[in-house]
């Protein structure tokens, strides 16, 4: 009996064994959001911004425009706008209006009123909504303009233009008001319709040279009609009843052929979730294809989450449609494949597999999978709205960003993430909101004493909110990399700078006095569009060429503010630095930066530096500044990598010869009246200072030998025995034609900052 029992415990303990080898563990499968994340971040990773902005490029960025309005990535904001700004914020250059052309297909810079080289004018009008500079749509004002006056309504006689230019016109109308935009939309749309939709098919012919019966399929003869082709309609039908006002005299027009479209689409979808190049006949080319499919699933999808489509019928297509994007299209790197290279036709010479990938591909695909995440939140039904009160606990006025944890919000309104939640105030007015890096909520409060603030939050869908906090590098002046807020705006100089040997170690401080982004605008007036007018002239007339600098330039005040603050080869504003044998090691210009946050409300980089060798170390510096809309202060995080050894780690404000007498040392600050450069023409003062509420050894003003730019030392926190670890601290600045007219002044605001990080605001959730 013993053996037999040992035997059956010998045999079971056996047999688990074989179960737990044999039993698969099954991986969790992503979210929408990491799919979202991943593919984006994938291509922009593989793909530099500094390409043209034709039709191909452009498709890209209006599927990586949607998921940054989506997620709030800044990243992709940056990509976005590096490549507008590469561009120009042109499409084709050709300036004469008389040589325009778009009768015909052609890449030539004067196809100007050919839809690819329109759909730029897309992120453009995108990136001008949330940071409005009149130069960056001033060429889309110009050629839409111009196509809207003209008495013919046959530019768009392929079917892809409807995607590439009809959201132009409503985005046109969006930003100008003007319904001169939407008419001339129905009147060239009218035109296309009426020549390319085949109404018992309810699908579009590509443009005119495929009408049946002058192109026949494979399949009896029928009638040939190019997946991406109907793709480009539906979505841009989409986009354009996402922009239209619901009012607009045309617009049942449009929804009843976005519904007929709908319709002829989702008939003739694949067993395998996909729709073939040829859709009516996959034989003419077989097998799945991408792009085409992704463009339906997003217009497909875009018309159940707006109550166009019923989800009975169109649910069914569109979760075949997912599974073939995710399992099939979707590749183990996060690249997307099977997307049929660039053509007019169901062209079955043209190979399509795992490794056909393209840019208006991955748009495409970021559009379906936004689209997706916001009917996966519809899906997960509503839930009650979520109470957040700001208390105030000191006895002044308190104002600051406070932060929510994400992930508390999303929970509480039942929604799996991204900006499909609205904040109001307690009289019911939608406010701004920001996503930061850190998966938190930001919100601006403003609280009276001993006094509370609340918000509610409800789902919905946000407006686009005008960006407050800033920044960018700066390639067209040497890697610039410059920031700003409505207080003030700063920079710092980058690799280009280095190349060239010039010392310039510290930030910068470019002063404004309007709560208006003015960087931009700065750069461009003088770096793009002046200087190069300014070197001609000189070499004409020196004369000219210098006055012509004079009245354009930013080094001079025209009534918003100059870059007056004198760097070179010292600390400028609030740059650490190490101390050696007692002297400072100045940090050289940044090697890399990476973006973090930027939005209405704050905005974020980390700098990393070269390697320098200190000692017997060989050190790397990271910075990571931060800048709230409302605040004079950077925050600013500095650490070191490769320490063995500890030295003394300093930050503070150059304290320039003309005025040695105005510098403040407390414990725990240092602030400064600097009285900026070309005194009789600024005839100002420059408020700087830099707060150490973790505390510091020492302050102290201080001269080291290697100093320059009329400097006579340095303002500085000290800490000892630092031996590379993360250091916080805060620099800022005011202006006496700003916001804070004395240094008496400044002494208050600093007091009241420094109260306001020691005892902020307190945040409650209900």
Request: glycine letters at 8%; a neutral charge.
């Amino acid at each position: 009996m013993k053996k037999l029992t040992l035997l059956f415990l010998v045999l079971t303990l056996c047999c688990t064994a074989d179960a737990k080898r044999k039993k698969k563990v099954v991986p969790k499968p992503p979210s929408t959001i990491e799919i979202i994340t991943k593919v984006n971040d994938q291509w922009q990773a593989t793909h530099r911004p500094e390409v043209r902005s034709f039709w191909d490029e452009a498709a890209y960025h209006t599927g990586n425009m949607e998921a940054y309005k989506l997620l709030g990535n800044a990243r992709w904001l940056s990509y976005s706008d590096a490549w507008a700004r590469h561009n120009l914020w042109q499409g084709a250059r050709e300036k004469d209006p008389s040589k325009w052309k778009y009768a015909n297909y052609g890449e030539g810079q004067d196809y100007v009123l050919f839809g690819d080289w329109q759909i730029c004018f897309q992120t453009y009008l995108d990136i001008y909504e949330m940071q409005p500079d009149d130069y960056k749509i001033a060429r889309a004002l110009e050629v839409m303009d111009y196509e809207v006056r003209q008495p013919q309504n046959d530019f768009w006689w392929w079917a892809d233009a409807l995607y590439m230019v009809m959201p132009v016109m409503t985005k046109l109308y969006k930003t100008t008001g003007d319904v001169k935009y939407l008419d001339k939309l129905y009147d060239n749309f009218k035109w296309s319709d009426d020549l390319m939709f085949d109404k018992d098919e309810q699908l579009y012919y590509r443009d005119a040279k495929y009408i049946w019966p002058k192109v026949k399929t494979a399949c009896n003869g029928g009638k040939s009609f190019w997946a991406r082709g109907d793709g480009w309609v539906l979505a841009g039908l989409a986009k354009v009843l996402s922009d239209m006002p619901k009012d607009y005299k045309h617009r049942d027009f449009f929804e009843l052929r976005f519904r007929q479209l709908a319709e002829g689409v989702a008939r003739v979808q694949r067993p395998g979730g996909y729709w073939s190049r040829s859709m009516l006949c996959e034989e003419d080319a077989p097998g799945p294809e991408t792009s085409g499919t992704a463009f339906f699933t997003y217009g497909l999808l875009w018309g159940m989450n707006n109550g166009i489509l019923n989800r009975s019928t169109f649910e069914p297509v569109v979760a075949k449609a997912w599974q073939y994007l995710v399992t099939t299209a979707l590749q183990p790197d996060w690249s997307v494949g099977y997307v049929q290279p660039i053509g007019e036709k169901p062209d079955p010479t043209k190979t399509v597999n795992a490794r056909s990938q393209a840019n208006f591909g991955t748009g495409a695909f970021l559009l379906a999978a936004c689209e997706h995440l916001r009917y996966e939140n519809l899906m997960k039904g509503n839930r009650a709205t979520v109470k957040v009160t700001i208390n105030n606990p000191s006895n002044e006025y308190r104002e600051q960003i406070v932060e929510l944890p994400a992930d508390t919000i999303y929970n509480r309104l039942n929604i799996l993430g991204g900006r499909q939640f609205i904040v109001y105030d307690a009289g019911g007015l939608e406010v701004p909101y920001q996503l930061s890096s850190d998966k938190t909520i930001l919100i601006e409060a403003g609280v009276r004493p001993k006094g509370t603030q609340t918000f509610t939050i409800r789902r919905g869908t946000p407006k686009v909110y005008k960006t407050v906090c800033y920044g960018r590098i700066f390639p067209e002046r040497k890697d610039d990399f410059a920031w700003e807020n409505d207080r003030g705006a700063y920079r710092v100089y980058g690799p280009a700078l280095q190349k060239t040997g010039e010392k310039s170690y510290g930030v910068d401080v470019w002063t404004k006095n309007t709560p208006e982004l003015v960087l931009d605008q700065r750069y461009w007036i003088e770096d793009v569009v002046m200087m190069p007018a300014v070197e001609k002239l000189r070499k004409e007339n020196r004369q000219r060429g210098d006055s012509l600098y004079r009245l354009n330039s930013y080094h001079n005040d025209h009534g918003r503010g100059s870059d007056l603050y004198r760097v070179g080869a010292t600390l400028g504003c609030g740059t650490p630095a190490l101390v050696v044998d007692d002297e400072l090691v100045y940090p050289y210009c940044f090697k890399s930066y990476k973006v973090l946050d930027m939005g209405p409300l704050r905005f974020s980089v980390r700098l990393d530096y070269n390697p320098t060798v200190i000692g017997e170390d060989t050190i790397t510096e990271h910075r990571v500044i931060t800048l709230d809309k409302g605040s004079n202060f950077n925050k600013t995080t500095v650490n070191y990598d490769g320490f063995t050894t500890t030295v003394e780690l300093a930050a503070g404000v150059v304290v320039h010869q003309e005025d040695r007498n105005n510098v403040v040392l407390a414990k725990d600050y240092v602030h400064y009246a600097d009285p900026t450069d070309n005194i009789p023409v600024n005839n100002c003062q420059l408020f700087v200072g830099a707060l150490f509420p973790n505390g510091v050894s020492e302050t102290v003003v201080k001269q080291f030998k290697k100093v320059d730019s009329g400097a006579v030392g340095h303002a500085l926190g000290i800490v000892d025995n630092y031996s590379g670890e993360p250091y916080t601290y805060y620099f800022g600045s005011a202006w006496s034609k700003f916001d804070v007219r004395t240094q008496a002044e400044w002494q208050q605001r600093i007091d009241w900052t420094m109260r306001n990080i020691r005892q902020p605001l307190k945040v409650e959730i209900k």
